[in-house]
């Protein structure tokens, strides 16, 4: 089994030290969905929402919240994003949104955790924006789909 490397032999938490790594280009993809019901998808849509434009804001949220994964996650690398994406699919069945986050950079460490937290929080965006009208949305399967580097 791979030993945890933010743990030193002592067991104490540690920051890894990817001081000796190569620079390389690193791209990190992470998916994630919101369910809710149909009513309020429409809603969203049709630009509906008191608080505004739900999907423009929440695409904004998760760029913001990639650039400042190393702020949020106490042992994470603070990384100078080179680009990052969010973008939003409606199934037919109308009952949630996809959400796909892509994160890149030219760094010593990967991008995985910008990714996911780009995913989590335009979710988060989504259900701050639309609680009002849908308490029972629900946001699940938050996953690394890819990670490559060259």
Request: aromatic share 4%; with cysteine.
């Amino acid at each position: 089994m791979k030993e945890f490397s933010h743990i030193d032999a002592r067991g104490a938490v540690r920051m890894v030290d990817v001081s000796a790594k190569p620079v390389l280009v690193r791209e990190a993809v992470a998916r994630g969905e919101i369910w809710m019901q149909k009513s309020t998808l429409r809603r969203i849509q049709g630009h509906r929402i008191a608080k505004g434009n739900v999907l423009a804001s929440a695409r904004l949220a998760g760029i913001m919240a990639a650039k400042k994964t190393g702020e949020l996650i106490p042992l994470c690398h603070p990384l100078p994003i080179a680009g990052c994406a969010v973008e939003f699919v409606i199934p037919k069945t109308r009952d949630r949104i996809l959400i796909t986050a892509s994160a890149r950079v030219a760094a010593q460490t990967g991008v995985e955790m910008e990714a996911l937290t780009a995913v989590a929080i335009a979710a988060l965006t989504i259900y701050d924006m639309c609680k009002a009208v849908d308490r029972a949305m629900r946001i699940t399967g938050i996953r690394l789909v890819s990670k490559s580097k060259w």
